[in-house]
């Protein structure tokens, strides 16, 4: 049995589901085929709330049309070749078992976070077809487009006496908004409606502006030069997007952005001082394997700017293709791809900026490009689902090393990255008091004898409610800092302060949210930021760090 419906592919649900305080960016309707299989029966109503479920908790690591990314597909027959069964024959008792439990590999156990109701639909929802994604071009980037405040009328220099360098960008996730704080003084200075879940934030090479994406595709633009921290310009990229990034090369500092589509998978450029779109190239193709599978959701993950070309790195997460785009023609970007390993997902540069280093995590490895040359250095195996964010550079006896966390099991991996003996090789490997992986940051700073990983993940409470210091010079763990009182949820992702000498660490997915900033020579807790405007934080970005890939 068919039946027509018509498919959004908005957020409101989810931004129900959040409790959001930000809108959602704009619904687009287009009828579609989205069949009901005999014996399954999801309502109208349930499929809208199904479908924002999954877009908000499963597409991350499924795909958003559920063939499969980081975790495995979930279609109702399996795919050829493909080893995971199909939902169908999983049946509605062996999806919930997952959705209930998670898995070692990295998958988190949503019982208590969905409703029973909530995995329940799911367990039927995803028995059926998937929906088709409706398309999403240059024509629906322009029409979403706002500019607030046009270039001349901004401010020419700061209106205040602060220090924009150590100014942080903290992610509100659940209430759709960035919070702008004073790193030297702490004190809050805009609650911004950003849209819906927030990602990542990325400073502007002049260190001026913040641009932040969200899972609605929308990218906002804050400009630190009022007083308050203020928005001028918003535009959606996509449905659903992860990752933004400037121009950062001499000569094109904060002049083109460059936003990575999840759906539809596209990489589009933009004005950065407008956000005007400027142009839109589809990332589908074949896979690094070679010519035999083509992929139309090639997602874009990580990107970065390089500081010493005019090039930007984009990773097409399903084709495993590391895809250098020269910027110096927006309008025709030159694109080179270079096939890696499957599925690409975050990553940062060495210590020299040179080499960029990005997690292949089904494959369990860390990809090595030497940007200038545009080439694949070295596929280097390090451990199950390496999760590195942008990673942490270190130095010790052992030579330059770039740190991964992973996912999938409890293990930090050093790469040494200097010329020598080792080099491009995992040198070193340690492991987090207690069981299990769960992490997803690292951070080190140039100035600090110290390296923070979270843990959470993990499963188990006493560890996903804490971080863990090492020392950089002899990777001894140092210090387990745990959850003080009044703040309770999960600590997520680390980030140090302009001066080196503090860490930033978010409280969330508990019932007392909260910013812990900790003294980096001590490791003792030095404030805790809180307040209702404190919502579920999670990436902290400090302008200066950020702007200048430090970490
Ligand atoms: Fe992230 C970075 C994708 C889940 C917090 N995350 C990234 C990047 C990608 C990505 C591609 C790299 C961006 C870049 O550098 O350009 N993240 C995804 C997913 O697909 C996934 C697995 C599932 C999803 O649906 O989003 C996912 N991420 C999470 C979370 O659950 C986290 C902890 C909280 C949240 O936002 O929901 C989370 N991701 C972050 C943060 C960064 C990030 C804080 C930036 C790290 C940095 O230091 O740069």
Redesign the pocket.
């Known amino acids: 049995m068919k039946k027509k419906h018509l498919i959004y592919l908005s957020i409101a649900g989810s931004m129900a589901l959040f409790s959001c305080g930000g809108s959602g960016g704009e619904e687009k309707p287009v009828e579609a085929e989205a069949p009901v299989t005999d014996g399954i029966v999801v309502t109208d109503a349930e499929m809208e709330q199904a479908k924002a479920i999954y877009f908000?908790?499963?597409?991350?690591?499924h795909g958003s049309s559920r063939l499969g990314?980081?975790g495995p597909h979930l279609l109702p027959e399996a795919p050829e070749g493909n080893p995971a069964p199909g939902t169908k024959l999983l049946g509605a008792a062996g999806l919930r078992a997952f959705i209930e439990n998670g898995t070692p590999a990295g998958m988190?156990e949503w019982k208590g976070i969905m409703t029973e109701q909530e995995i329940e639909l799911m367990t039927r929802f995803l028995q059926l077809d998937p929906p088709v994604v409706p398309p999403f071009g240059l024509t629906e980037m322009n029409e979403s487009w706002k500019l607030i405040v046009p270039v001349a009328d901004r401010p020419t220099k700061p209106q205040h006496s602060r220090n924009i360098d150590n100014y942080f960008g903290v992610?509100m996730?659940d209430a759709g908004k960035v919070a702008v704080i004073d790193g030297d003084t702490k004190e809050q200075l805009a609650v911004l409606p950003t849209g819906f879940?927030?990602?990542?934030?990325?400073g502007s090479a002049s260190g001026r502006y913040i641009y932040s994406?969200g899972?609605d595709g929308r990218v906002t633009m804050i400009d630190t030069y009022y007083d308050e921290p203020k928005i001028v310009a918003e535009v959606r990229g996509a449905f659903d997007a992860?990752?933004?990034?400037v121009s950062k090369f001499k000569g094109y500092e904060d002049k083109y952005l460059v936003f990575?589509g999840?759906s539809p998978a596209h990489i589009a450029i933009m004005d950065a001082q407008t956000l005007e779109p400027i142009s839109v190239t589809p990332t589908a193709g074949n896979a690094c394997d070679g010519d035999k599978e083509f992929i139309e959701e090639a997602?874009?993950?990580?990107?970065?700017a390089s500081h010493t070309d005019p090039v930007w790195i984009c990773?097409i997460?399903e084709r495993g293709m590391v895809s250098i785009v020269d910027y110096t023609d927006p309008k025709a970007p030159q694109i080179t791809e270079i096939p890696t390993a499957r599925f690409l997902?975050?990553?940062?540069f060495d210590v020299t900026g040179r080499y960029f280093l990005v997690a292949a995590n089904a494959a369990n490895k860390i990809v090595v490009i030497d940007v200038p040359n545009k080439k694949l250095v070295e596929i280097i195996e390090t451990g199950t689902k390496p999760h590195p964010?942008?990673g942490a550079n270190i130095k010790n006896d052992l030579g330059e090393l770039w740190v991964t966390s992973h996912l999938g099991e409890n293990k930090l991996s050093f790469i040494k990255t200097d010329e020598g003996e080792g080099q491009w090789t995992v040198v070193k490997e340690i492991t987090a008091p207690g069981n299990g992986g769960g992490a997803?940051?690292v951070?080190s700073h140039p100035k600090s004898k110290h390296l923070w990983v979270d843990r959470?993940?993990n499963p188990d409470a006493a560890l996903h409610s804490v971080v863990d210091v090492f020392d950089t010079k002899t990777l001894e763990h140092k210090k387990t800092l745990t959850m003080p009182e009044g703040a309770d949820g999960r600590m997520?992702?680390m980030?140090y302060n302009k001066a080196g000498d503090e860490v930033w660490v978010?409280v969330?997915m508990g019932e007392k949210s909260a910013i812990l900033v900790y003294d980096d020579k001590t490791l003792e807790l030095k404030q805790m930021i809180q307040g209702d405007w404190v919502q579920n934080p999670?990436?902290?970005?400090n302008m200066y760090n950020?702007t200048h890939d430090i970490?």
């Not at 908000?56 to 690591?61: F, I, K, M, V």
């Not at 997902?345 to 940062?348: E, I, K, L, Q």
Request: proline share 2%; net charge positive; glycine share 10%.
């Open positions: 908000d908790r499963c597409a991350g690591c990314a980081t988190p992610i996730r879940a927030v990602h990542i934030l990325r994406v899972r992860r990752s933004v990034e990575g999840y997602r874009v993950a990580a990107i970065v990773n997460k997902h975050d990553g940062g964010g942008r997803l940051f951070k959470t993940l997520v992702h980030e978010s969330f999670t990436g902290k970005f950020t970490y």
